[in-house]
């Protein structure tokens, strides 16, 4: 069964809307516990436009489960992470214009930096883990950087509409995933994702981590979160038989 890890930004992005106090990332994180989820997902972003420092402090020290926290490669979130002592550090690019992450990392071009970070994660008991487009070379250099693991970003495969452009896109994901863990990397998939998405990237045998939000948020808001969570765990179940 792969690990479904449930992103709570977007709770607190309806928070923020009116700087309140409500909804709880905590409490949506529990929700999805609860439901099955086996890990807890939060991006902390420089602009702080959804997840706040106390929320990271308060998901790290309130579920029951795993937080991965997802950061920019930036010295203010090294030293952030390095204190909170996360399960693991989830590596994206941000840009501070864009709606959400808008793709993978460039690891090609960061492999010295990127090592000196894997290192200071490591040394503190934290798995380090990169967020990069389904490309070999950025696989390859991930492997040199001696990352954990590696999260496929699905975002491109998600908004393709003809069928034969998904194919193509989701052949690379596998093959992505397939030179992974020949390299010894493990392999997690996320962005995008829905119900119905979510069951060709669920069929790929490499992929053991799944990382979805978005989608989960914004189904919670008819069902409930722990009906969104289940619903989802059925599909990925669907997918990988």
């Known amino acids: 069964?792969?690990?479904?890890?449930?992103?709570?930004?977007?709770?607190?992005?309806?928070?923020?809307?009116?700087?309140?106090?409500?909804p709880s990332?905590?409490?949506?994180?529990?929700?999805?516990?609860?439901?099955?989820?086996?890990?807890?997902?939060?991006?902390?972003?420089?602009?702080?436009?959804?997840?706040?420092?106390d929320d990271v402090i308060a998901v790290q020290q309130g579920i029951n489960t795993k937080l991965n926290l997802e950061m920019a490669?930036?010295?203010e979130m090294i030293d952030l992470a390095l204190k909170i002592k996360p399960y693991q550090v989830s590596l994206v690019p941000e840009k501070r214009q864009e709606i959400t992450t808008e793709?993978?990392?460039?690891?090609?071009?960061?492999?010295?930096?990127?090592?000196?970070i894997r290192k200071e994660m490591h040394d503190k008991g934290i798995l380090f883990s990169l967020f990069i487009d389904p490309d070999l070379a950025q696989v390859d250099a991930s492997q040199r950087i001696n990352a954990d693991s590696i999260e496929i970003n699905t975002g491109t495969y998600t908004e393709l509409g003809s069928p034969k452009e998904i194919e193509e896109e989701l052949e690379r994901i596998r093959i992505s995933a397939q030179n992974a863990s020949d390299k010894g990397l493990r392999v997690f998939a996320g962005h995008g994702l829905n119900y119905k998405n979510v069951k060709p990237i669920a069929a790929i045998g490499e992929i053991e981590e799944l990382n979805i939000g978005h989608f989960i948020v914004g189904q919670a808001i008819y069902v409930g979160m722990e009906s969104a969570v289940i619903e989802m765990i059925h599909s990925i179940k669907a997918g990988r038989k």
Not at 3 to 22: G, Y
Not at 29 to 42: D, F, M, R, S, V
């Open 103 to 116: 793709g993978g990392l460039n690891v090609c071009s960061q492999v010295n930096e990127l090592s000196v």
């Open 1 to 22: 069964m792969i690990r479904l890890f449930v992103n709570v930004d977007h709770v607190a992005t309806i928070r923020e809307a009116r700087k309140t106090i409500e």
């Open 73 to 75: 490669p930036t010295r």
């Open 25 to 53: 990332p905590l409490k949506a994180a529990l929700l999805a516990e609860k439901a099955g989820a086996q890990g807890i997902t939060i991006h902390l972003r420089e602009d702080r436009r959804h997840i706040q420092d």
